[in-house]
């Protein structure tokens, strides 16, 4: 309960007047908002024009078709937020998905409250609209905070107190947006969990990181699964970098370079020992099942 006070503290703070979050009887006893800040008019759809800095990029078909059918048997249950840009020109400022909704239910006219909001109040109020309100996948939430906190200039703890979230927990999230991109997908689109990437997301090498997060889908692994793989990979790295530092290593800068490309390409660290005239190349791998692997890209 307490996080959701904070939250809508946030909002009327952001608002400056009655929030649009909540039943029709928490608004029906709310106190009068003056004509000049809040009013709800009925909006042609034609005039509503799409807010730039929505932060959600995927709607799920389904689940807009579903509402779409909800709208056009029972109307919008809650209205829309517009900012008035002329006189018959909106842009919205939240409720995307009951916008998009209402067009496909063929609606000419929706409810929509009009509220007074510069660009900045606007990208701040569809943000936390959105993280307070909608569904979104942790690279959503991830990109919305960092916006906050880039584009409004928020520091990490109010930002936390705007979304009723610890420091800790916007710090995690926002970790998120240095994993490599295949691994934000996966968790764009719901391929992989949060706990999967914060157990990943603790080994600092890109593709050492890559490599877990293909056996995770390969194997369908378990967070506490992956958590064992990932001490494991840093208890061997720790080891394998204490060795080299007690046996210097003649490697010359095309052979450091040599290393990358074939630990990039088989998703594990491969050293690389040579005297300038002889050497050997290393491919640790984990399992049986990582050998193979390795095997199937030697074509073994």
């Known amino acids: 309960m307490s996080k959701k006070k904070a939250l809508g503290r946030g909002l009327s703070a952001l608002l400056s007047d009655t929030p649009e979050t909540g039943n029709f009887e928490e608004l029906s006893n709310a106190a009068p908002v003056p004509e000049s800040t809040s009013r709800m008019n009925e909006i042609p759809v034609s005039e ?15 689940a807009l078709l579903e509402l779409s059918e909800s709208i056009r048997v029972h109307g919008i249950i809650q209205p829309v937020t517009v900012r008035k840009l002329t006189s018959n020109q909106y842009q ?35 943000l936390i609209e959105n993280i307070q309100r909608e569904n979104l996948n942790p690279i959503e939430i991830a990109l919305s905070y960092h ?10 703890e109010e930002l936390g107190e705007r979304v009723g979230k610890n420091r800790s927990t916007v710090t995690n999230y926002l970790r998120l947006l240095k994993l490599p991109p295949d691994i934000q997908i996966a968790l764009r689109d719901h391929r992989l969990s949060m706990g999967h990437a914060r157990a990943i997301i603790n080994i600092e090498n890109s593709e050492s990181q890559l490599f877990i997060f293909k056996k995770t889908i390969e194997d369908d692994l378990s967070v506490r699964k992956v958590e064992e793989l990932v001490r494991q990979l840093t208890a061997k790295t720790a080891t394998t970098e204490a060795k080299d530092k007690a046996e210097p290593s003649g490697d010359s800068k095309e052979i450091t370079q040599l290393q990358s490309k074939l630990s990039s390409h088989f ?26 692997r390795i095997l199937d890209i030697l074509k073994f």
């Open 267 to 292: 998703g594990t660290k491969v050293s690389i020992r040579s005297d300038g005239q002889k050497g050997d190349i290393k491919i640790p791998f984990l399992s049986v099942t990582d050998l193979n």
């Open 147 to 156: 916006r906050l906190i880039s584009e409004c200039n928020l520091k990490q």
């Open 92 to 126: 919205l400022i939240s409720g995307e998905r009951r916008f998009q909704a209402s067009k496909l239910a063929g609606l000419s006219s929706i409810p929509a409250y009009v509220r007074l909001a510069d660009d900045q109040q606007m990208l701040e109020m569809a």
């Open 48 to 62: 509503i024009e799409t807010n730039p800095f929505q932060p959600r990029q995927h709607f799920d078909e389904v």
